[in-house]
């Protein structure tokens, strides 16, 4: 699968983003999507995660109830709705695939897009 995340950008701390990952190449709708961030200096981590209907997610702790992912299979689509943007989030976001369920763990992802930076000023 091949995938393209898009749009990151710079925002104000307490502010919100929509960050978007399209797939192209095999049907989206058999894999589970995840999206990870990497910070300067840091390991790549964890963010949230969806199963192939959309009907299990996961988050890390530090997002609940601030980020919301979903897909479009239909689309061919994933998003990560981010709301309440701290300067701590400021990353390279990164969408990723695997077959089967969903999980934290970034070796068990398949396929990567590019990553799309966010920038969240203090």
């Known amino acids: 699968v091949q995938l393209q995340a898009f749009g990151g950008g710079l925002v104000q701390a307490g502010g919100s983003l929509r960050l978007s990952c399209a797939a192209s190449?095999?049907?989206?709708?058999?894999?589970?999507m995840a999206w990870f961030r990497q910070a300067p200096g840091k390991e790549r981590e964890f963010v949230a995660a969806?199963?192939?209907?959309?009907?299990?997610?996961y988050y890390t702790d530090s997002v609940k109830g601030r980020f919301t992912i979903s897909r479009e299979n239909a689309k061919n689509m994933a998003h990560l709705q981010m709301n309440s943007l701290k300067p701590e989030d400021t990353a390279v976001y990164y969408c990723?695939?695997?077959?089967?369920?969903?999980?934290?763990?970034?070796?068990?992802?398949?396929?990567w897009g590019q990553g799309t930076q966010v920038t969240v000023s203090s």
């Open positions: 969806i199963s192939w209907s959309g009907g299990t997610a």
């Open positions: 190449g095999r049907p989206f709708s058999r894999y589970a």
């Open positions: 990723a695939v695997k077959l089967e369920g969903p999980t934290r763990v970034k070796t068990e992802y398949d396929d």
